[in-house]
């Protein structure tokens, strides 16, 4: 991609003279090395010298080879390592007084006086100790001659930045932490095995996930999964709720269905504080229902494997953005953290956040459970409130009755996470009242009359699984508008939920525009983005973007391996997308691309001779293979075979070229936790707002029929843009 001028984003910025420390403390994260590789790569871009200290604060303590000054090639191949490849150790001697005075002395020997900290909470508290500490550390170690009074003075004030890495999203401020994506992953990986072996054997499957005090991965995972019971610790179970979990298996076993998934957070508590075990749930289901009931406890494999695209991107983005913090700081900037809001990276104060995860348990302690959640974050809220709409099936005599029919479709091409979305717009529309109807094959299906209403039971187990099952065409609703305005009448649809990319925004401007002569048509019409494009205008991301970007990783972590031992290669890998870049700048990101070529950043022969340069003098250091990627449609003359040809013929000599067009792959698979999650929420904020919208706007005509004077057209729901 032609290289922008990056410099004049950082103009006032200068690292030159200064030191950078960075450390990860604490349990491991997927995600900590890329949040270590972005701290290096961005303190060395703006001139300042960077250094690792190896196993956390012990490290540090310790001093010696443990902190050692790293360089640009320090951190490659990092990105889609687990854990953390730095080290990590609980630290008693920091703790103590003498152990401070040691950190101290081994960082002004380095001229050390920014540190940068990716932890938990106890690790990023201590890291504040440190520094309020830093004044009085420096004054006892020019008494014991240690210093002198002029390196006191020039390393007068320590600069502290803090990322939280932990699988927990324990930490209060931030949406998501790094590890926490990845983490669910894993769970998701092993529910939707078991959830194939326990339908061949009606089995209900008791699944323990890690978390400590916090319930977030349990929720999530159950929301994710459609999991028929969880239990939380932020949100303990009414009195009797052994009597009421029982019945709801019982009545979904009656229904034929083959599984029940329980998930219990190993935190877990009931109103009296006491602990809820997976052993206990699995006795209970047995003694009172019979069933067939096995205990999973997942334990450490959630901590383990590759890093998720989402915590790569989010760990690179903290990453930039905590030097960023270190340059801008001053002796009175108070210690910063570096979160997750909405989808920006925002700089909170530290021990306030830490101030507000320590209320999270005062409050569970003492049994204010409804404010435990609110401390938790509109994030946690949202999940929660989510789920026990979709979950928990009230009575028919305690639905409201709306004589709503609202129908719901997809539209474009398949992307992961539509079945999740159809799934949360039925159920909350029978919730709310509503007759659901889905509509087979979008538009093309819809003038047909490939229409039929929908059960709470129907979408059962849709969450889970990709592409679409209603079916999708890109058929657009013009040349037969007047045949769809009749199956509109037929069945007196109300109000229509599209889901797609682009070409269901394209349908619903359509319909809009027929509004004028099709009275059918003047009624709510709202849109989900849906596309692995993420081209969809008005919304930051969009259904399937997130699975597609996994697949793009992983396929680029495994043949980057495949270079392992075939020295000085290059890979050039078409991704689709489009005319949108996204997938292949966002994944060249993710995978550590050395050039990404978009459609939205124009480039020519002398860019990719520059890149070509770039990566000759790249294979003589210890790096020796390269990867670019290429948006399908970024240029008509510069395609992936001429890319290709290109770097084959200049690089002839120094390294050889392999490409690979990923295709349609990027569209298959099971949808990820995140498109799962960030697919239910907005549909059913989308419903919730049919519903408002039907409600504000029909009126009584004359007593006959019910008429819809007003409407808005709505592309897409911005209520949780980062989608967890």
């Not at 310790?62 to 191949?77: L, M, P, R, T």
């Not at 008494?143 to 939280?164: C, F, P, R, T, W």
């Not at 509004?515 to 849906?530: D, G, K, N, T, V």
């Not at 929420?681 to 519903?691: F, L, N, V």
């Amino acid at each position: 991609m032609a290289q922008p001028d990056n410099k004049k984003f950082f103009e006032n910025l200068t690292g030159a003279g200064k030191a950078i420390a960075v450390l990860t403390s604490g349990g491991d994260a997927q995600g900590m090395n890329a949040a270590v590789r972005a701290v290096v790569r961005m303190g060395i871009y703006v001139g300042a010298k960077v250094y690792f200290v190896h196993e956390g604060y012990q490290g540090m303590v310790d001093g010696g080879d443990n902190i050692k000054e790293a360089k640009w090639e320090s951190v490659s191949s990092m990105l889609q390592v687990g854990g953390t490849v730095i080290g990590s150790a609980r630290c008693k001697d920091f703790r103590t007084h003498e152990g401070r005075l040691k950190a101290a002395h081994n960082l002004v020997k380095r001229g050390i006086t920014n540190l940068c900290v990716i932890g938990g909470d106890g690790s990023l508290t201590g890291a504040n100790l440190f520094r309020e500490e830093w004044s009085g550390l420096l004054a006892e170690l020019v008494q014991q001659n240690l210093i002198d009074e002029e390196a006191a003075q020039k390393y007068s004030a320590l600069h502290i930045v803090g990322m939280v890495g932990s699988i927990d999203n324990d930490f209060c401020g931030t949406d998501m932490t790094i590890g926490t994506d990845s983490a669910l992953h894993r769970i998701i990986e092993v529910v939707d095995a078991i959830m194939t072996t326990a339908q061949s054997h009606q089995r209900t499957f008791v699944l323990e996930v890690m978390g400590r005090h916090c319930g977030y991965l349990a929720l999530v995972s159950a929301l994710a999964c459609g999991a028929d019971w969880v239990l939380i610790p932020e949100m303990p179970p009414e009195d009797g709720w052994e009597e009421k979990m029982c019945q709801k298996l019982s009545a979904k076993r009656a229904g034929m269905k083959r599984l029940n998934i329980i998930i219990v957070a190993e935190g877990a508590i009931d109103r009296n504080n006491q602990p809820i075990t997976s052993e206990h749930v699995k006795n209970l289901v047995v003694q009172c229902l019979g069933f067939d009931t096995r205990v999973t406890i997942l334990g450490h494999v959630q901590r383990g494997g590759t890093p998720s695209a989402f915590d790569r991107i989010l760990a690179s983005r903290m990453g930039v953005e905590a030097v960023l913090a270190l340059l801008e700081t001053t002796a009175n900037t108070p210690a910063c953290v570096v979160s997750l809001c909405g989808n920006q990276s925002v700089r909170l104060p530290l021990m306030e956040c830490v101030q507000m995860t320590q209320q999270v348990q005062k409050a569970m302690d003492e049994k204010r459970f409804e404010e435990a959640v609110r401390l938790r974050g509109r994030s946690f809220e949202n999940n929660l409130r989510t789920y026990k709409l979709l979950a928990h099936r009230k009575p028919e005599s305690e639905l409201p009755h709306s004589n709503y029919n609202v129908a719901v479709m997809n539209v474009g091409a398949p992307a992961a996470g539509m079945n999740a979305a159809v799934r949360s717009a039925v159920r909350v529309g029978i919730s709310e009242g509503h007759k659901m109807f889905a509509v087979s094959d979008g538009f093309e299906g819809f003038y047909k009359g490939q229409i039929k209403e929908v059960k709470w039971a129907d979408v059962g187990g849709w969450t889970g699984q990709g592409g679409s099952l209603l079916g999708t065409k890109r058929t657009l609703p013009a040349k037969y508008i007047e045949k769809i305005a009749e199956q509109m009448r037929k069945y007196n649809i109300n109000a229509l939920l599209v889901i797609g990319g682009f070409e269901a925004l394209e349908c619903l401007l359509q319909l809009n525009d027929a509004r004028s002569h099709y009275e059918e048509f003047c009624i709510p019409l709202c849109m989900l983005p849906a596309t692995i494009s993420n081209n969809v205008p008005g919304t930051d991301l969009s259904i399937g973007a997130d699975t597609a970007l996994n697949a793009i990783v992983e396929t680029c972590d495994r043949i980057k391996q495949s270079a392992s031992g075939t020295k000085h290669r290059v890979f050039i890998i078409e991704t689709m997308g489009g005319y949108c870049g996204y997938l292949a700048s966002v994944g060249g990101l993710a995978a550590g691309a050395d050039a990404a070529y978009i459609y939205e950043e124009p480039f020519d022969i002398r860019d990719l001779q520059s890149n070509v340069e770039h990566l000759t003098e790249k294979m003589k250091t210890s790096i020796q293979r390269g990867l670019i990627l290429r948006n399908e449609n970024s240029n008509e003359n510069y395609t992936t075979d001429f890319i290709y040809q290109l770097y084959s013929e200049e690089g002839r000599g120094v390294f050889d070229c392999r490409k690979n067009v990923l295709g349609h792959m990027q569209q298959g698979g099971a949808p990820s936790p995140f498109d799962r999650n960030f697919g239910t929420k907005i549909a059913a904020k989308a419903m919730q707002w049919i519903t408002k919208k039907l409600n504000e706007n029909y009126r009584q005509d004359e007593g006959k029929h019910l008429n819809f004077v007003q409407s808005d057209l709505v592309t897409s729901v911005k209520d949780c843009p980062s989608g967890y």
